[in-house]
């Protein structure tokens, strides 16, 4: 498969043999959100974004795996070097609380692992004052640990936001505010109060700023004479740089001046939730970097490969046993894939790609004209596509996959595209002609059953 050549060529998607893997599958597997039967042919050729699946169909990836593979598929930054590596058995070993060495020096390891990982997130993010780091299996656990640390420096209350997102572990389902389903029937962490994630100039002065006496929803609600919150107990502010689930929403830049403001009058505690907006998916190593924030708490995880709780040692409690973990940080193989996905973006200066790329996109969107597309919106390469209604979104992800775009919906009726970082100017070119191709194609379809 030549990268500078290949188009997706679809037959039948999906194919009898995606069939038969996908009733097989579910023989076994508890009810999920499957999105659609493609089933990635793991054995066969793929590269950057393309890929092959079992009835061999070429596809374009334009999900990322949603961000869990930021440089797409065998990249040679990544591939070439884990064949390297003298795999060993076991791969996995018991956690944050034990040790492994992957040569004579920690400093210039022969096989860099969790030891390495850690190091390497503490140069990300040492202008934040960051120097400490907790590994985990995934992002719900990553957040988990964030929401641990915050509440053991003091304080029982939290802030989250409308549409916000988190995980699915029940700590990180209390401060989920996207769907009710995330939510219906389970046990909640007392004490969040969920407020605005204003994204637009309107929603900025309607719903988040007030002419009470702190200026701002949190702010009345902290005011010292006639709020209702006591700020000495609120453990934590959490928030997105830009909320995923919850339809790739920016936040205005008012509200996120805003944030840090309350940070300094209340002594707040932010975490920046960077699960999915992390890792140069944005255009910067930090989606929190575009706005004028400083985060106490950064979570990450997907395209890290492992999960990461990254802080401060005032942050992270002392005592010995608060937070542990007898298998997360233990997964040598995934923290060799996180060292080596952060060299590669430095390696490659894939940020000044995902901004070029990114912006390239959205232009060839924004000048589309596209029946029923309402919005454009997100950063880098953390793009979205709002319709008019959730029906046409739908059908458009259907529509793409056909052609060999792979999507994802996210919020309501919005549509996501995450190509990886180092998606080419072809690639984007092809990828935006297949996509306008099957908005088009939908929008007939619906004029013809109207």
């Known amino acids: 498969m030549d990268r500078e050549t290949v188009e997706p060529q679809v037959d039948a998607i999906p194919g009898s043999r995606a069939k038969r893997w996908s009733e097989y599958h579910h023989q076994f597997s508890a009810p999920s ?8 042919d793991t054995q066969a050729e793929a590269v950057g974004p393309f890929c092959t699946d079992v ?105 989250t936001f409308d549409g916000a997102f988190h995980g699915r572990t029940l700590g990180a389902l209390s401060l989920n505010r996207s769907k009710a389903v995330h939510r219906k029937g389970y046990p909640e962490v007392p004490g969040v109060v969920s407020v605005p994630y204003p994204s637009t100039q309107e ?75 992390g890792l140069g998916r944005t255009g910067e190593m930090w989606g929190v970097d575009h706005l004028p924030v400083t985060p106490d708490v950064i979570t990450s995880a997907k395209g890290l490969r492992v999960g990461a709780t990254i802080s401060r040692s005032d ?36 940020l000044e790609n995902v901004r070029d790329r990114g912006e390239q996109l959205r232009t060839r969107l924004e000048e589309s004209d596209a029946p029923g597309l309402t919005d454009v919106r997100g950063r880098g390469l953390m793009l979205a596509v709002e319709f008019d209604t959730k029906a046409r979104r739908e059908a458009v992800v259907e529509a793409a996959m056909k052609r060999g775009l792979l999507t994802l919906g996210c919020g309501y009726k919005t549509l996501r595209l995450l190509p990886p970082l180092d998606v080419t100017e072809r690639e984007i070119d092809l990828g935006a002609e297949l996509f306008l191709e099957a908005i088009d194609d939908v929008a007939a379809q619906m004029t013809t059953t109207a």
């Not at 608060?322 to 193989?333: L, N, Q, V, Y």
């Open 33 to 40: 959100t499957y999105v659609y039967d493609f089933v990635w």
């Open 203 to 277: 929603m900025y002065e309607t719903e988040w700023r007030t002419d009470g006496p702190g200026g701002n929803v949190v702010a009345d609600k902290l005011d010292p004479e006639q709020g209702v919150i006591d700020p000495d107990e609120v453990a934590f502010l959490i928030f997105e740089p830009l909320q995923g689930e919850g339809g790739y929403r920016v936040p205005h830049d008012g509200f996120a001046q805003d944030l840090e403001d309350l940070r300094e009058r209340f002594d707040l505690k932010i975490i920046a939730d960077e699960i999915q907006s």
């Open 315 to 350: 942050v992270f409690p002392e005592e010995k046993g608060r937070i542990s973990s007898t298998w997360g940080a233990g997964d040598m193989m995934a923290s060799l894939q996180g060292v080596l996905t952060i060299d590669a973006i430095r390696e490659a200066n894939l």
């Open 55 to 159: 009835d061999g169909n070429v596809l374009m990836d334009f999900t990322s795996h949603v961000a869990a593979a930021p440089l797409g598929y065998n990249n040679p930054l990544i591939a070439d070097k884990l064949r390297e590596f003298d795999l060993v058995d076991p791969l996995k070993i018991a956690g944050q609380d034990f040790y492994v060495s992957g040569g004579a020096s920690p400093e210039d390891a022969d096989f860099p692992g969790p030891t390495q990982l850690m190091e390497r997130l503490v140069d990300l993010t040492s202008e934040y004052g960051m120097d400490r780091v907790f590994l985990s299996n995934s992002g719900a656990e990553a957040v988990e640990n964030a929401i641990k640390i915050c509440y053991a420096s003091g304080g029982h209350r939290a802030f």
